[in-house]
T-cell receptor
């Protein structure tokens, strides 16, 4: 149980285009999902906390107008990278938590974004 | 916010030896400390975690110790095996809240 999927697993796009990444909890409902960005050989940097039915909470330094997060259902959160540029190329990973009182987060397999 | 530091950044050990990775955190309100193992290009996998009301936890060859006063916690892997080679991340959080990860330790176990 507690499986999280992401789609797509990789994407290549041209500079200036927008890319949407989906994060799904397959066998549980997740009121909270988290989005991370990981550059090569670096740590996972929390970008935002996605709460179902409300606005996402962004970490300091993350542009909310550039990284649009929507958590419209208890099993789906989406991250849209708008007007992507080469410096946005990274590994984007989401995670989901089983319940408010549950600590463990289950991670998706990640999405490799390459912006040309 | 929380700041988590992790050392060393790289670690090489001979197969069968022990490996120790250390982390410090800044937020005294943090009370949950998981450790994740990540293989190249794959998702992080939880290997062990500890809550602040416990000083030590062990699961077979893996153990974690926590010193709340000093605000540091450590991962101990005994009898290392080549399949233990990966990047390990510590994290700190307040119960139920977001994780803040350390910078990672690339562990290589030499056969």
């Amino acid at each position: 149980g507690a499986v999280v999927s992401q789609h797509p697993s990789w994407v290549i796009c041209k500079s200036g285009t927008s890319v949407k990444i989906e994060c799904r909890s397959l066998d549980f409902q997740a009121t909270t999902m988290f989005w991370y960005r990981q550059f090569p050989k670096q740590s996972l940097m929390l970008m935002a906390t996605s709460n179902e039915g409300s606005k996402a909470t962004y970490e300091q330094g993350v542009e909310k107008d550039k990284f649009l997060i929507n958590h419209a259902s208890l099993t789906l959160s989406t991250l849209t990278v708008t007007s992507a540029h080469p410096e946005d190329s990274s590994f984007y990973i989401c995670s989901a938590r089983l319940a408010e009182t549950y600590n463990e987060q289950f991670f998706g397999p990640g999405t490799r974004l390459t912006v040309l | 916010g929380e700041n988590v530091e992790q050392h060393p950044s790289t670690l090489s050990v001979q197969e069968g030896d022990s490996a120790v990775i250390k982390c410090t955190y800044s937020d005294s309100a943090s009370n949950y400390f998981p450790w994740y193992k990540q293989e190249l290009g794959k998702r992080p996998q939880l290997i062990i975690d500890i809550r602040s009301n416990v000083g030590e936890k062990k699961d077979q060859r893996i153990a974690v110790t926590l010193n709340k006063t000093a605000k540091h916690f450590s991962l101990h892997i005994t009898e290392t095996q080549p399949e233990d080679s990966a990047v390990y991340f510590c994290a700190a959080s307040r119960m139920g809240n977001q994780f803040y990860f350390g910078t990672g330790t690339s562990l290589t176990v030499i056969p």
